[in-house]
């Protein structure tokens, strides 16, 4: 199955980051910044499967030396939170 079979996108795919940055700050995505959550990856827990990038609409997550980093780019949409399967990813 593939990473995303049966979950609906928080942002269109195929839209670049500028655009869904900015959907974001509009309130498209869906969720209010006041509402949004501080994404932290325990490097304890993160076993490098890339659930989170695969997720991630904004280019936010990397694997770097097998555990997930997540960059200025992340907008604390939380979806990589509800989608780590190690609970690695918290608020």
Same mark, same amino acid.
């Given at each position: 199955?593939?990473p995303?079979a049966?979950?609906t996108?928080?942002?269109?795919?195929?839209?670049?980051? #500028?655009?869904?940055? #900015?959907?974001?700050?509009?309130?498209?995505?869906?969720?209010?910044?006041?509402e949004a959550?501080a994404a932290?990856?325990?490097?304890?827990?993160?076993n490098g499967?890339?659930?989170?990038?695969?997720?991630?609409?904004f280019?936010?997550?990397?694997?770097?030396?097998g555990?997930?980093?997540?960059?200025?780019?992340?907008v604390?949409?939380? #979806?990589c939170?509800f989608?780590c399967?190690?609970k #690695?990813?918290?608020?």
């Open positions: 199955m593939p995303m049966g979950l996108p928080l942002i269109p795919p195929g839209r670049d980051v #500028a655009a869904r940055r #900015a959907d974001f700050s509009k309130g498209k995505s869906g969720l209010k910044k006041e959550m932290k990856v325990n490097k304890e827990k993160c499967c890339g659930e989170c990038v695969d997720i991630c609409g280019d936010a997550i990397k694997i770097v030396d555990k997930a980093e997540i960059n200025d780019d992340c604390e949409c939380g #979806a939170v989608r399967p190690n #690695a990813i918290t608020v």
